[in-house]
């Protein structure tokens, strides 16, 4: 689905009868210039300020212009009202293990139904398969505030390049971010510490997710999301199950929003199981 297709809030009513919600319509291919096939996308508030996801696009190109380090496009999701647009650099924030490094990253997210704000968050992935790795444990979450103008944005949005600027510069650390991706390396995973990992830190993960990550643990996909399959050295650490993890998720065919709450659970449930 074309996620920068033209939009538009229009007014509802029932008879006559004015509502203080409007509904956000999309103009999709198959209309015609007197009759054009606007679907609903949304229902929003009178005061909403809708922002077009090319806004958003654009909004976060400007913020890798203007930052100290390269960041290209790396997914875009759209499922006809929530947008996510993914950029990822290959400024390393640190190494988990030998030749095993972690870079930055960053995702810009709107709606046109009301449910996420424009808003803005760090990541990290992994170098060599690109997984991405979401955590509101330890990045904050950036929230715009929806003006009229995008121009009103301008201040923010410096504000986002210097948060990343200072992440690159050192000036904010991810020592401790690091350093638990480190332990993870380190933790054996036996069967025991699997099921305790489950039901005190991944409980909220469901059923099928946690099925899909334990098949890909034990059994590590063709392409290799682990350098070393964990069968070949008789090593099973909480690193590989924590990549199992994003591996699923970040290059799931077809990814929903609650795809992305479940990669920052996993991260940051294997985090604090070791921290």
Not at 187 to 215: C, F, M, Y
Not at 259 to 270: E, F, H, K, P, R
């Amino acid at each position: 689905m074309n996620p920068y297709l033209p939009i538009r809030k229009v007014p509802l009513d029932y008879n006559g009868i004015g509502s203080s919600a409007y509904a956000v319509q999309m103009q999709h291919p198959g209309g015609t210039d007197v009759m054009p096939a606007w679907k609903e996308a949304g229902v929003v508030g009178g005061s909403y300020m809708l922002l077009p996801n090319e806004e958003v696009k654009n909004a976060a190109h400007q913020v890798a212009e203007e930052c100290k380090i390269d960041f290209v496009h790396d997914k875009t999701f759209f499922n006809g009202r929530n947008f996510v647009y993914s950029m990822k650099s290959q400024h390393v924030a640190g190494e988990v293990k030998a030749g095993d490094d972690v870079a930055l990253g960053m995702q810009f997210w709107n709606s046109y139904d009301g449910s996420k704000a424009f808003g803005f968050a760090m990541m990290l992935y992994r170098l060599v398969c690109t997984n991405g790795m979401m955590s509101k444990d330890h990045f904050n979450t950036y929230r715009f505030k929806h003006e009229p103008k995008s121009e009103d944005w301008g201040d923010s949005l410096e504000q986002v390049v210097t948060n990343i600027n200072n992440l690159v510069g050192g000036t904010y650390q991810l020592d401790d971010f690091i350093a638990n991706l480190r332990k993870l390396n380190n933790l054996h995973i036996t069967v025991e510490e699997l099921g305790n990992i489950r039901h005190k830190h991944l409980q909220e993960i469901p059923i099928t997710i946690w099925g899909q990550l334990v098949d890909r643990f034990i059994h590590p996909h063709p392409t290799g999301f682990n350098q070393t399959p964990p069968e070949e050295t008789n090593t099973y650490t909480g690193w590989q199950l924590l990549n199992a993890g994003t591996d699923i998720l970040w290059h799931k065919e077809n990814p929903t929003v609650a795809t992305y709450g479940q990669n920052a659970a996993i991260v940051d449930g294997l985090c604090r199981a070791v921290a």
